[in-house]
């Protein structure tokens, strides 16, 4: 999720050119540029970097579709919102059951839905799209198969041919509905570019060039009152780096982004007409190449220096000067302690702690036999307690990370090197294992259900050993009971089994440490406020407002707002 | 005759020098571009599984076997004019994507080019004809321009002129909220050089510095010349003596110095590109390099050298015309 931001932030270019802007403070004033055309429109930068490539394929396993392809202009069953806890909100799915052993999954199909060219669409294309993903490889992300059949008019049943219930977000949240009539023409559909997207979201393609492309309001929508859309246009824009969207923003250009801006809270003083929210959901933590029976080495292999790496964090000023303070304090047990706080067992994985406690990342190292050496760092068997850490270099606030890290791990005797490389190098050498430390994020799956990244990031299927290449996790951590817990999670939707499983996984990584937490990284939008009214704000997430690709909640966003004075 | 068959098969091997070359380099890069994907999907919040690894694979295809089967296949279809499918614009041609990006760098860097040289060769010719005259004084300071890191002057540039006074656009190729449609209209161009006046005084100021320096010391040796004093002793015009005789010989180095220039046109210039937000190659390389699109980079670079090759080419000829003493054996 950090990527696009990070992106941004790349480049002795950008940094200066913050630098610059903040010295100048703002001279912006907020000129609004209306728009020629029909009624209102509203500008999105949706982090895009040079040209757009006219893709609108909602398939497309790479993501490679607009970022308005899915959610905007194409709908999924239902939305699961990762922003905040509760039930996933009803779209072309009017409500599901799962039978007893999660094997059928029945679903009711919303009625009286008209594709954006004005036919109908009906169970036929739900079941049409379902199994097409299913089929075909190339589209099947999960690597499970299904079969959806249509039972009557409003009802679609998918069967499983094992316990599916962790399939739920995917194939509800995540699988764009498609008309058959049209896709069933399109022989390879990874490869279209689909150019000419029919859907049935709020908004339909109008033009395209690629420098820019403009959405109006699909007349076709099957909201009503508040659910349709009410603003008439909305625009996409592509902008090189951060410095650009600053400026975007600051002069009214672009009214909904999400960029990490360091000067944002001066920014919002400065315009009363902008806001923005933070939904911070990343855990960024120090990786660790843990496990040396899958052929990690290195100081780091040694559970009691990743916990004294953990106890010497001083997390209060890595968030200031890193995160300029928008982070939020992260949980060890990995998950998120506001949306995922029912599912964190002991009060005790709440929180990190925010200060250092240099003593006892000492104590816990002495215990674990390392000595304190002549010149302040510890040793063990004459080898220093020497450690290097992997971060891509232009990713400021990770850079800050590093260096601030290494001035506090010093004071616990703890040796730090920091390896700044290329954003290639760094996933190679993360993939294959050849790391001892690298900071990176912790992802949340497609819905906030703490099984994904306890699968992802844990589990021995998503590894390998140290020269081949781990899928997610890349610690190459493996624990029996852990693995065993997270099938276990797979296979019940049983709330107590669920508990029960989430203690045993978070008993072992809190003791483990295979990832040492730092903080939940800030997600940070914003919106202006002289065009349209409604958007999201710190207190009302309706949906996860992050205008990046592969967001499902920009489609709720953008039938939320209002045009000013309407 | 000879001359031109000898430059013609020495361009034949350059050229396939420049491919080989182009197929060796992004494979000696770390990194492969499944990773990258994968990276980018997990970070989106999607699901990914030891399987998804097996799908993209699968979507992308290709890549894999031995380097000369590799090598064989890539040869084959450059041939057929086939770059590949980009993996940044995902599932678009090569050919399209650099298609989309040419022309805005070709118009930019290429008119910013000629009009540096134009105004520097003539500045330089002025000030070697009349030297120690107020124009010397220029010469440190469009050097000093040359010197400033580029990156630097532009960022100053955009502060001063589209954010303290906001005269320019600070980013973009032309005016999209206005809902123009590339084409020739004059609407469009006009926003096109509106939108393009600013990185191009960029690339001007910081250029400009060599051009007449070069052109104004050719000058002074030039007019050391014989041919110079013969000339003026039939009592021709100096306005003639001055450009017929001195600066047409003195400008000779500084063609082949345009010549190069205006082949590396097509790489654009990544950094005001960069900072301009301007949809060119520069920005496309960029982003290629930092999401392993082996085949845009391929692409991208073959286009430049191939530009560079060919512009070479054309001024060989045309230097083989201007100065009959390079065809002389």
């Known amino acids: 999720m950090t990527t696009t931001r990070k992106r941004l932030l790349l480049g002795a270019a950008a940094l200066a050119a913050s630098a610059a802007l903040a010295l100048s403070g703002c001279s912006g004033s907020s000129s609004s540029t209306s728009t020629s055309g029909a009624g209102s429109t509203v500008t ?67 009625q009286g839905v008209k594709w954006s060219d004005g036919k109908p669409e009906t169970a036929d294309d739900v079941v049409y799209t379902l199994n097409l993903v299913s089929n075909n490889p190339a589209l099947n992300t999960s690597g499970q ?50 150019t000419n997207p029919v859907g049935t979201g709020p908004y339909m393609l109008k033009s395209f060039t690629p420098q820019s492309f403009l959405l109006v309001k699909n007349p076709n929508y099957w909201g009503t009152g508040d659910s349709a859309p009410k603003v008439s246009q909305v625009r996409y824009i592509s902008l090189s780096n951060a410095d650009a969207a600053t400026s975007a923003l600051q002069q009214g250009q672009v009214d909904y982004m999400g960029s990490f801006l360091p000067t944002l809270k001066s920014i919002m003083s400065q315009h009363k007409n902008l806001s923005y929210s933070n939904s911070p959901q990343a855990t960024t933590a120090l990786f660790t190449c843990s496990n040396p029976d899958l052929g990690c080495t290195g100081p780091q292999t040694d559970p009691a220096v990743r916990q004294a790496l953990y106890y010497a964090m001083d997390r209060t000023q890595l968030s200031n000067q890193a995160a300029a303070g928008f982070s939020a304090p992260a949980s060890p047990s990995l998950i998120l302690n506001t949306v995922n706080k029912d599912q964190i067992t002991s009060p005790d994985y709440l929180k990190t702690p925010q200060s250092a406690d240099v003593a006892k990342a000492k104590s816990l190292l002495e215990a674990a036999g390392w000595t304190l050496g002549s010149k302040g760092y510890y040793e063990k068997d004459g080898k220093e307690l020497d450690l290097s850490v992997n971060v891509v270099s232009g990713w400021t606030d990770y850079d800050t990370i590093c260096t601030l890290l290494q001035g506090q791990f010093k004071k616990a005797g703890i040796k730090l090197a920091v390896n700044q490389v290329a954003q290639n190098a760094w996933t190679q050498a993360e993939v294959s294992g050849k790391y001892q430390l690298s900071v990176n994020s912790i992802n949340m799956g497609p819905s906030s259900n703490p099984y994904f990244q306890y699968n992802q990031y844990l589990s021995t299927a998503a590894t390998a050993k140290v020269g081949g290449s781990a899928t997610t996790n890349v610690s190459r951590y493996s624990n029996p009971a852990v693995d065993a817990a997270i099938s276990s999670l797979a296979s019940t939707n049983d709330e107590g089994k669920e508990q029960a499983a989430y203690k045993t996984i978070q008993d072992a990584i809190v003791k483990d440490m295979p990832y040492v937490p730092v903080y939940v990284n800030s997600a940070l939008a914003e919106y202006n406020n002289s065009h349209a009214t409604g958007w999201p704000s710190q207190d009302n997430q309706y949906a996860f407002p992050l205008p990046w690709g592969g967001n499902w909640g920009v489609g709720i966003v953008l039938k939320t707002i209002r045009p000013v004075g309407k | 005759m000879r001359f031109y068959l000898q430059k013609v098969g020495f361009y034949v091997v350059a050229i396939w020098a420049a491919i080989t070359i182009n197929f060796v380099i992004p494979r000696l890069m770390p990194g492969n571009p499944v990773d990258v994907i994968i990276s980018k999907m997990g970070a989106a919040g999607q699901t990914v599984t030891p399987q998804t690894r097996h799908a993209i694979e699968v979507a992308l295809g290709g890549g894999s076997g031995p380097w000369w089967q590799q090598y064989g296949a890539y040869l084959a279809n450059l041939a057929h004019g086939d770059l590949g499918v980009s993996l940044v614009a995902y599932p678009e041609k090569v050919s399209t994507v650099i298609g989309q990006a040419l022309p805005w760098t070709i118009a930019l860097v290429g008119l910013a080019t000629v009009i540096s040289f134009i105004i520097g060769i003539g500045l330089g010719t002025f000030a070697g004809w009349k030297r120690g005259s107020w124009l010397d004084n220029l010469i440190p300071v469009t050097t000093m321009f040359q010197a400033v890191p580029y990156f630097w002057l532009a960022l100053i540039l955009l502060l001063l002129l589209s954010r303290v006074v906001q005269w320019f656009p600070f980013a973009g190729g032309y005016d999209v909220n206005s809902g123009l449609m590339p084409g020739f209209s004059l609407q469009f161009v006009g926003s096109a050089l509106y939108y393009g006046f600013l990185p191009a005084l960029t690339i001007v100021l910081s250029s400009i510095g060599g051009w007449m320096l070069g052109m104004r010391n050719m000058m002074v040796s030039t007019l050391s010349e014989d041919y110079i004093v013969t000339a003026e002793a039939k009592g021709l015009k100096p306005s003639r003596v001055r450009m017929t005789y001195a600066a047409r010989n003195a400008v000779l180095p500084s063609l082949s110095g345009f010549a190069i220039s205006l082949g590396f046109v097509v790489a654009g210039s990544i950094v005001t590109e960069q900072v301009f937000s301007y949809p060119g190659i520069g920005q496309l390389l960029f982003s290629a390099v930092s999401n392993n699109d082996y085949a845009l980079m391929q692409g991208v670079f073959l286009v430049i050298s191939l530009s560079v090759l060919a512009a070479n080419l054309v001024v060989d000829v045309l230097y083989g015309l201007i100065d009959p003493r390079t065809r002389a054996r």
């Open chain 1, 44 to 110: 999105v930068f949706s982090g895009q970097v040079g040209n757009f490539t006219e893709n609108f394929n909602p398939l497309s396993p790479t993501g490679s579709g607009l970022q308005p392809t899915n959610g905007v202009i194409y709908e999924p069953l239902f939305y699961y919102n990762k922003a905040k806890a509760g039930n996933p909100v009803p779209l072309l799915g009017t409500s599901f059951t799962w039978n007893d052993d999660g094997t059928e999954l029945t679903v009711k199909v919303r």
């Open chain 1, 145 to 194: 198969k299904w079969v959806a059949k249509k039972t009557d008019d409003s009802t679609v049943v998918i069967d499983f041919p094992k316990t599916a219930f962790t399939l739920e977000p995917q194939i509800l949240g995540n699988e764009p509905i498609v008309p058959e009539r049209i896709w069933k023409n399109i022989s390879d559909p990874t490869k279209t570019t689909n």
